[in-house]
């Protein structure tokens, strides 16, 4: 899972053109909420000796999507915590994500979000899986489970494709799976209980020069903050003209 800033807040860009994921309101990605959801329906289909574990990279506020996951029923939170990951690409994020999953222990599905809602690169969950050495089945709208078999449709633009694997295997999905769940007042207050970890990049023995933003292969050079919003125009439809001003308006555009 991923805590990202708070689509409706001042989202904020740091001197070295990172966003600042410390001074502003974050939470767990959305996206990444069908993929806690997803995760839950497996377990209830699966049984009780089926565990789900949340596990997330961010600074300490990043622990705020750790507890929601739990609040929504996971059994287990990891937070992975230190200050070299900063400014990491999505390269250096699966190698944490991955050593992160093997220190958790073997695992028989890791399910990931389609993207994050601040980055939206959706390759994660690819590149976790070649590091994982599993197979991957990706984008899910529709999942079924049947044992150790996984079968899923994705939705293409012009087809839809039905992909089946065998687990263990890395399975990213859609906002298209269903609506996750709300937290209930049981299930906050379980969620106070359940273990939860943190973990540096010692812990996972990661070495601090193998992640951040000096070794990113990507880089922002340049941000412009956001013009300020104009005055919009008013057409008045006094003498019938109204749906002419609107459409050569739209043309102007180029949306029609």
Known sequence: MKYVPDATADR???????????????????????????????????GDDTEVTAVCIGPEKALDAVRKALQMGADKGIHVSDEAIAGSDAIATSLVLAK????????????????????????????????????????????????????IKRDGDTATEVIGGTMPLVLSVTDQTGEARYPSFKGIM??????????S??????????????????????????????????????DGSGATALTEFLA???FI
């Open 12 to 46: 904020q860009f740091e001197s070295d053109n990172t966003v600042d994921r410390v001074g502003v309101d974050g939470l767990l990605s959305e996206l990444d909420e069908y993929a806690v959801e997803q995760a839950l329906q497996i377990k209830e289909k699966a």
């Open 100 to 151: 992160a999953v093997e220190k958790a222990g073997p695992a028989d599905l890791i399910v990931c979000g389609m993207a994050s809602t601040d980055g939206g690169m959706s390759v994660v969950p690819a590149m976790l899986a070649e590091r994982l050495g599993l197979p991957q089945v990706t984008f899910a709208s529709v999942i079924e489970t049947q044992g150790d078999q996984v079968r």
């Open 190 to 199: 379980a969620a106070k209980k359940k273990p939860l970890e943190t973990w």
């Open 201 to 238: 990049l010692a812990d996972l023995g990661v070495d601090a020069g193998d992640v951040g933003l000096s070794v990113a292969w990507t880089e922002v050079e340049e941000t412009t903050a956001r013009p300020p919003r104009t005055a919009g125009e008013i057409v008045t439809d006094e």
């Open 252 to 254: 102007a555009k180029k």
